[in-house]
């Protein structure tokens, strides 16, 4: 029974596995960037050196390589192509998983978890919240980053009856209220970036911009939490 129950999941991740190569492969995302990878350097300098760091939702490291250098770095993905490519490019250790069902990792091993462009992918994102706490060590830090669901150029779509959400694999949408929400259920501290998106043509999302500007108009919310 249990060798029946471990091949179904096995054959349910691979199908779940082959959606996302197809959507990475049809929409060219091996070597792309979202935002123009303005996340980056806020990664880079939010998690310094000198820690481990789990990056769920890996995919093939262009994000990755901002923070891998000087720290021990575990990539996850359910995507194994995309996984050979991060360790062909950065020589890291990789987890090959399904986060909606399998958690292999153990309590208080990690400084830092990174999800960037995943949360909003999950069907159970509840107790994945709760693996993330539980897997963090005291003081441990939680990255991540979602599409701005709600920003303003998508509140026009909906208006002229326009599909906003384009990506097949989001199950989920936030707003920047909803984002911290979910957040304050698990974490104690929560900063949120508004990151991209403009304003008007030649004025760009700026921190020098009241944040409720910000939040109304970015692509993206960038996030750091604390346990």
Request: with cysteine.
């Amino acid at each position: 029974m249990k060798y029946l129950q471990h091949v179904r999941r096995t054959l349910v991740k691979q199908d779940l596995e082959t959606i996302y190569r197809n959507h990475h492969e049809q929409g060219s995302r091996y070597g792309y960037l979202y935002c123009h990878g303005s996340r980056g350097p806020i990664l880079k300098e939010w998690i310094g050196h000198g820690k481990s760091v789990l990056d769920l939702g890996c995919r093939d490291g262009m994000l990755t390589s901002f923070y891998a250098k000087g720290n021990r770095v575990v990539g996850a993905d359910i995507d194994r192509k995309a996984l050979d490519l991060i360790r062909k490019k950065l020589s890291l250790e990789t987890h090959w998983i399904d986060l909606n069902t399998e958690w292999p990792f153990a309590p208080h091993s990690f400084d830092v978890i990174v999800a960037c462009e995943l949360i909003e992918h999950l069907f159970y994102l509840d107790p994945f919240l709760q693996k993330v706490k539980e897997t963090l060590k005291p003081g441990g830090l939680f990255i991540g980053s979602v599409p701005n669901a709600f920003r303003m150029r998508n509140r026009w779509k909906f208006l002229l009856g326009r599909e906003y959400e384009t990506d097949p694999t989001h199950v989920r949408g936030f707003s920047c209220q909803s984002l911290h929400k979910t957040l304050s259920t698990r974490f104690r501290r929560i900063e949120i970036v508004p990151l991209q998106g403009k304003v008007l043509p030649f004025v760009p999302v700026a921190p020098w911009l009241p944040f409720p500007v910000q939040r109304l108009f970015a692509r993206d919310l960038l996030w750091r939490s604390w346990v």
